[in-house]
């Protein structure tokens, strides 16, 4: 809206009421409106055929429409301009009922000033904007889901889970969807009554959960790449230490949430070494949050990097839940779980992806575990 005048599209029978708005509107000393006034609604769905507006005042009561019936006529017009309602001081109801059915915001009449007048217009006009950014964002999300599942279908083994993976990927992603709309519905209907805090937490709640989206389908297409032979390593030279100091900052908040202890050593001191950062960071972030996971609230994780002349060594170590002979037998099949995790979260995708990046190294990993007693695993990857 900066440097150009709002368009506003009134649509009000009522001659009086309309010019005062409009002189509300010419009041107004921090934005520049152009308002076009129409008293039928199918004066205004002609004006939407041919001309663009930023945002629609609508009065709920014309003569050639009642009620709810203006709106999903309008919004079925042009679905991208944002609405706000006139109602008067005995239709609130009906107001509310236009804000759960698509408008932005409402007004009523008798209550309007100036500075009201201008906050629900440029309100509106924003949230429409956020509204329509995550609508985007969302079909871009399923663009991608659809893309990653066709890389997929290709590979070698897909026949023998794809059920499975297309269970997995509805469920996980329809959890942040959900956690993205409830948050963003929040912000729309009530704005004006949450906190500064609670608008931060709730923003923060969107921005978390389509970080786990996007992370759902990079594992995904990782994947997809590595069974169809398409997986490979970016070598850089790394400081080893630095980069699993790293990691362990970043698990920093499911470490709090189970009051956990993580011990990190580095035995000696390493030369850089030649590997892949983001196949790393999947493989020492998978199993660190595994150890993480699957440990006891108030538990320890050791973590060790070791260096060996020809290779060097990663070591988690937890005293949690532990896997059993049967389930170590399939612990790199992709979707597989443990027969012990209980109502522990997970996809199965992440010791398949370690493996997958492992093997991308032409390493080795080794996995020591016991039932109630807990799991080591080591990674070892070559230095060239």
């Known amino acids: 809206m900066v440097g150009h005048s709002v368009k506003i599209l009134l649509i009000e029978d009522n001659i009086a009421e309309a010019r005062l708005l409009q002189e509300y509107l010419h009041q107004a000393e921090s934005k520049q409106f152009l ?141 942040p969807l959900n956690t993205i709309l409830l948050a963003a519905g929040l912000l729309q209907n009530h704005e004006e009554k949450l906190s500064q805090e609670k608008k931060h937490s709730h923003l923060q709640m969107i921005r978390s959960a389509i970080k786990n989206m996007a992370q759902l389908l990079d594992e995904v297409s990782l994947i997809g790449k590595a069974d169809s032979g398409k997986l490979q390593c970016d070598l850089i030279a790394m400081d080893l230490e630095a980069f699993c100091r790293q990691i362990v900052e970043e698990a920093q908040l499911s470490i709090k949430d189970k009051h956990l202890t993580v011990i990190f050593n580095c035995h000696q001191k390493l030369e850089p070494v030649l590997l892949d950062e983001s196949l790393l960071h999947h493989i020492l972030g998978n199993l660190l949050g595994n150890a993480i996971k699957y440990s006891l609230p108030g538990g320890i994780v050791n973590f060790e990097l070791f260096g060996q002349e020809h290779a060097v060594i990663f070591k988690i170590q937890d005293w949690g839940i532990g896997i059993s002979p049967q389930d170590q037998k399939h612990l790199f099949q992709p979707f597989h779980r443990g027969e012990n995790v209980g109502g522990i979260a997970g996809t199965g995708l992440g010791l398949s992806i370690v493996k997958k990046c492992v093997d991308a190294h032409q390493g080795e990993i080794l996995v020591n575990s016991e039932v109630g007693v807990g799991t080591t695993v080591s990674v070892i990857l070559p230095r060239e």
């Open 35 to 175: 308002l076009v006034h129409v008293k039928r609604l199918r004066e205004a769905l002609s004006e939407l055929s041919h001309t663009s507006y930023d945002v629609i005042l609508l009065d709920l009561t014309l003569p050639d429409s009642q009620g709810l019936s203006s709106l999903s006529l309008l919004i079925k017009q042009d679905p991208s301009v944002p609405i706000v309602v006139l109602t008067n001081t005995n239709d609130e109801d009906l107001a509310i009922e236009a804000v759960r059915q698509g408008a932005q915001d409402y007004l009523v009449k008798r209550q309007v000033n100036v500075h009201v007048l201008v906050r629900a217009l440029c309100y509106a006009i924003e949230r429409k904007q956020a509204l329509e950014t995550l609508r985007i964002l969302n079909k871009s999300l399923e663009n991608r889901v659809e893309e990653r599942t066709a890389e997929l279908v290709k590979a070698q083994e897909i026949n023998q889970f794809k059920a499975e993976f297309v269970s997995m990927l509805s469920h996980d992603i329809r959890n």
